[in-house]
């Protein structure tokens, strides 16, 4: 590190400080493309466009496009857990439940694209890496926390806390895929079948809906 008294950088910080903003620039000019054309758009050539760079900058940094695409499923993972931690925690677990299964709907509605590409398949032949993987369970913690301390109050039947995430997960991802593939008329017939389904939920866990 350099020595703080003085106002400047060793070379060697200097090149890792540029090679850590391209890339984030990278990152984001994929994420850029992926909101704004879809999944399709995401192309190394086109990133590569993008940025007025060649392919072979990319390539260097990231592997493959794999590897990009890796590095966008951790900001979709970062995004995710950010709409969690918005949802404040109060005196009432329950409605802390609900409210990250809202929380997780309000996600996939305004980030449908990294949706797509995280939960539906949307990048073909991309499957997440083992540390994606784990950006997803960093994301979903806050659920798990909040499910582990539904069932120490007794508000929830105790049983494996990561089955029950699993389950939820599974149940409210299964409505918004529908709704994403055009099998639901509307978003309001999504959203009436996404309430419909957190309450019975509630109700199979033994929560009561009328607590919450």
Known sequence: MSDPSHPYKTYSEVKLQQQQLLRKNVIDAACILLAEE??????????????????KIIYSIFGSKDGLANEMYLDGCRLLAETF?????????????????????????????????????ALSD??????????????????L????????????AEQDP????RMLWSALHGVIHLQFAGHLADINMAQEVYAFTLDKLFSAFKISSSQV
């Not at 926390?145 to 929830?156: F, S, W």
């Not at 990561?162 to 995430?165: D, G, K, P």
Request: a positive charge.
């Open 162 to 165: 990561i089955l029950v995430v």
């Open 85 to 121: 931690q918005q949802v404040p925690n109060t005196d009432n677990v329950l409605a802390d439940l609900k409210a990250l299964g809202w929380a997780y709907w309000q996600f996939a509605q305004l980030h449908s694209a990294y949706y797509k590409m995280m939960f539906g398949g």
């Open 126 to 143: 991309f499957k997440p890496d083992e540390q994606s993987l784990e950006g997803t369970t960093t994301a979903l913690s806050r659920i």
């Open 145 to 156: 926390q909040t499910v582990i301390h539904a069932m120490k109050q007794g508000e929830l």
């Open 38 to 55: 879809g999944p399709e758009a995401v192309t190394v050539r086109r990133v590569a466009q993008k940025l007025s760079c060649s392919t």
